[in-house]
């Protein structure tokens, strides 16, 4: 029951109690979910392994965070209360996949939540690009324009229209983060030498997640998706021969104008860049609590946002805020490359079965051998190197799909603990003072970067 609830609030989360409920949405059908949902979980949380994480504590350092950035930034205290509230559905998935989705198969259920996401956006889309919402020029031919759709010129002074979401998703850029994130994680449906479930399962829907993709004409997903394919394919060819394959997708991205005629050149993010500077600005002027949860853009130019997750977590959250996202991130990103990685991955004792969605219908005990850990593991890895490259260039710093992909490595690395495959999890102690390095890190990162592309335009 508790599985079903979270993926129903994951569903309804992502496409909004609207488009999920219709005429049932006014009576906050969202807000009794997410209790259902929390009181079902209670007796999970018992012997779950949330406690030996380090994101836990992130997760809730975060949370105070928020809160204490727009109390002691902006002195207001009942927008600190809307802050906290805010946060928290986003932080909820990381604690509903952590405790529900203990097993392979629940996993794929999850992935195919995300799927059925992309797809319902697409195809509402695409129907309506059908029905009259043209790809550039022209106007919806005096009909109401699609709200799948975001209107926008291009560099040239087109009108193009760029697919979007709902909700949370309803940035083009936002919508293609998303779709960037599940792609890799389709191959966890793959099965050797079975052509036709391979190409039902994972072939047929990338390449509409890739349609999909091209839709949103999202620069940063074509730098995200090349990001992917570097990092998934230096170990079978190469560092460098895998750059060149990415460097020869990229003209070919070009050539079939996946951007929709919007230029991909430093020169085009100068404004953007301008405004990663301002973030830094306002971290120097509140180091410790940042300006206020969702408030930077009443302090820049323009009245925007930095797009860049890194500088508007440190901006909004300052210094205690950037440190608890190190703190989640990090571990994250430490645990999947560990589980990626075949040298630290023993064939140990693989005798748990997997608990199945329908145990009377399970024909046979499932176990997880080293190659499906590795395999697992390397798509976790992938999809969160999808979301922070695309994150790069977008302010999804507490993007519930981060904390999604936070619990799904988790998961893994527990599953595998559980069997003895791999080592225990660095100490809380290291971790603590690894995310306090990457935290000091980071602004000095930025502010480089920010020098470099100040040069170059």
């Known amino acids: 029951m508790g599985f079903v609830l979270s993926v129903l609030y994951l569903v309804t989360y992502y496409l909004t109690p609207t488009a999920i409920f219709g005429p049932l949405a006014p009576f906050r059908i969202e807000l009794i979910l997410a209790v259902l949902v929390f009181l079902v979980s209670l007796p999970a949380l018992l012997k779950s392994f949330l406690g030996k994480t380090p994101q836990t504590i992130a997760v809730i350092g975060l949370a105070i965070a928020s809160f204490m950035s727009v109390l002691v930034g902006r002195r207001w205290f009942g927008g600190a209360v809307d802050a906290f509230l805010a946060f928290i559905p986003n932080a909820f998935a990381y604690f509903l996949v952590c405790l529900h989705c203990n097993s392979k198969r629940k996993l794929q259920v999850l992935v195919l939540m995300l799927l059925f996401v992309c797809l319902f956006i697409i195809g509402r889309g695409y129907v309506d690009l059908l029905r009259g919402v043209p790809q550039s020029g022209g106007s919806v031919s005096g009909e109401t324009p699609s709200p799948y759709f975001m209107a926008e010129h291009s560099n040239n002074g087109d009108m193009i229209y760029r697919l979007r979401g709902l909700g949370e998703i309803n940035d083009p850029n936002d919508f293609a983060q998303l779709i960037v994130c599940v792609l890799p994680l389709m191959l966890i449906f793959w099965r050797a030498k079975r052509f036709f479930v391979n190409l039902l399962l994972v072939i047929v829907p990338s390449g509409i997640l890739i349609f ?48 929709g005629g919007r230029d991909i050149s430093a020169g085009a993010g100068a404004d953007r860049t301008n405004l990663w500077g301002q973030g830094i600005q306002l971290l120097r002027e509140h180091p410790l609590f940042g300006v206020g949860f969702g408030s930077m853009p009443e ?94 260039f977008l302010s999804r710093a507490y993007a519930l799909t981060l904390f999604l992909l936070g619990g799904m490595a988790e998961v893994v690395f527990d599953m595998a603990l559980r069997r003895k495959m791999v080592l225990p999890r660095v100490s809380a102690g290291k971790m603590f003072a690894y995310a306090a390095g990457l935290a000091i890190a980071l602004v000095p990162l930025m502010y480089v970067a920010v020098l470099i592309l100040n040069r170059l335009h």
Request: proline share 4%; with cysteine.
């Open 212 to 259: 999909g993709a091209f839709l949103t004409h999202s620069r940063g997903s074509i730098i995200a998706l090349l990001a992917i394919l570097v990092v998934a394919a230096r170990r079978k060819i190469g560092t460098i021969p895998s750059l060149v394959v990415a460097a020869l997708l990229f003209v070919g991205a070009s050539l079939v104008n996946f951007s």
């Open 299 to 392: 302090f820049t130019d323009g009245h925007l946002t930095a797009h860049n997750s890194i500088i508007v977590c440190a901006a909004e959250l300052g210094f205690f805020g950037l440190y608890f996202w190190s703190l989640f991130l990090l571990p994250s990103i430490i645990d999947s490359v560990r589980l990626a990685s075949p040298e630290n991955v023993s064939e140990g004792q693989p005798i748990e079965v997997e608990q199945s969605l329908f145990p009377a219908a399970a024909k046979a005990p499932r176990t997880l051998d080293k190659a499906e850990v590795n395999r697992l593991g390397l798509l976790v890895l992938l999809s969160l190197t999808g979301f922070l490259v695309a994150g790069w």
